[in-house]
């Protein structure tokens, strides 16, 4: 399957070092040259592009017994508890979780995750390289330009050490949210990743409490997380409307991924096409914390190409993008398999800014590839049962950039 709803019987593809030559018949494949061939020999393996996990915090992996079970209190008491959890933690619990959380991607077929690192993470030197690919975005918290915009030569150093050729790991800006940057803040961010061509993600738009904020300066937000972190003296005025109209009214968002968006409302959707935001979507992580659940069908009326994230296991019980897209047929039994595993894959990729690379098997495009067992005796699975039923067990293969990486 090159991309979702093509399919090819008895397919192959032919792979030069990290890169895809061709994508056909096993047949058409030239046999005159000393390849290696690797078959996949379980009948029914449907060779696929790798999942691409357009938004987790893998270094939160070890954090979910030390953190609130999700649901349990309320959503900004949650956040201020993962605070205090990520304050007391040793750095070496977050490196245990970028490994973990590497490996439960590779194990459920995601090949490429973009993932949110705090600025102490993002340069520790100990890290271990990547084995999947990655965009690391570089989270950014605070409210005063000055000082945050220092932590952007964070990048110029992780730059210097990627060797000469195209590296798996690439680097981003995460501006939190609109509540937890300041807005000039937030702006100079967006136009430093432009003159850097990076990549910018941003949560907005997950809660009630944020809209509350953004409108009255009311609600948990105000009340209890910025007296936590001590930011009284940085309360904005209140706008009178939520942050996503504040955000659209001042110009400040555009070219960017939109994390969560379960308050959006379609009249703020729809201005996305002209503005080039990408929504990714975290469905379950939503459901557990009690926030509300984006509008995933006016999403892709306005095709605006939805991607998928897990978010991290402190709000979610797997990093699988099986389960997400699983849930989002329980959800939203109207969405088609094809354009949820749209969304898993092409989608995700536009998300990370890798669509010229990564998202579907072509010439050309980067060897990042999964076999999976498939279990309907017809020759071309269907798509609505490949969904349901792919577990861990049925991921059969993973190649990254030519090298396999499971077998
Ligand atoms: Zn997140």
Request: charged share 20%; glycine share 6%.
């Amino acid at each position: 399957m090159p991309y979702p709803g093509k399919l090819i019987a008895n397919g192959a593809v032919f792979i030069e070092d990290n890169r895809i030559i061709q994508v056909s018949r096993q047949s058409e494949i030239p046999t005159e040259n000393d390849y290696d061939i690797i078959r996949v020999s379980q009948e029914n393996c449907l060779l696929m592009p790798g999942l691409v996990n357009a938004h987790c915090h893998l270094e939160l992996t070890e954090f979910a017994d030390l953190c609130p079970v999700p649901g349990t209190v309320d959503f900004i008491d949650w956040i201020i508890s993962v605070i205090a959890v990520k304050r007391a933690t040793p750095t070496e619990t977050f490196r245990t979780g970028l490994a973990t959380g590497q490996q439960l991607l590779l194990e459920s077929g995601t090949t490429c995750v973009g993932d949110l690192r705090s600025p102490e993470i993002f340069q520790s030197p100990g890290i271990s390289p990547s084995i999947l690919r990655a965009v690391h975005f570089l989270e950014i918290i605070g409210q005063d330009p000055r000082k945050q915009l220092q932590l952007l030569e964070l990048l110029a150093d992780k730059a210097s050490i990627v060797p000469g050729k195209k590296p798996l790991i690439q680097s981003g800006i995460a501006p939190h949210s609109p509540y937890t940057v300041s807005l000039p803040l937030l702006k100079q961010l967006i136009i430093e990743a432009e003159k850097r061509k990076l990549p910018v993600t941003i949560h907005i738009g997950e809660s009630v409490a944020e809209i509350r904020f953004f409108r009255d300066v009311q609600g948990p937000i105000a009340e209890k997380l910025y007296p936590y972190v001590g930011w009284q003296r940085f309360i904005p005025p209140a706008y009178g409307r939520d942050s996503l109209d504040v955000l659209l009214e001042k110009q400040i968002i555009h070219k960017l991924s939109a994390v969560h968006l379960g308050t959006a409302r379609k009249d703020q959707l729809r201005q996305f096409v002209q503005l080039s935001i990408k929504p990714i979507i975290c469905l379950r992580s939503n459901q557990t914390l009690g926030n509300p659940l984006p509008d995933l069908p006016a999403i892709l009326d306005y095709n605006l190409s939805p991607s998928l994230g897990t978010d991290s296991l402190t709000s979610v019980n797997s990093l699988s993008l099986w389960d997400e897209m699983r849930f989002i047929t329980r959800v939203f039994p109207s969405i088609p398999a094809i354009s949820i595993l749209t969304m898993a894959t092409i989608n995700g990729a536009a998300a990370l800014g890798l669509e010229n690379s990564i998202g579907k098997l072509e010439a050309g495009y980067e060897a990042d590839l999964i076999a999976v067992q498939i279990k309907s005796p017809q020759r071309f699975p269907d798509l609505d049962e490949l969904i349901k039923n792919t577990g861990n067990q049925d991921i059969k293969l993973v190649m990254v950039g030519g090298g396999i990486v499971r077998l």
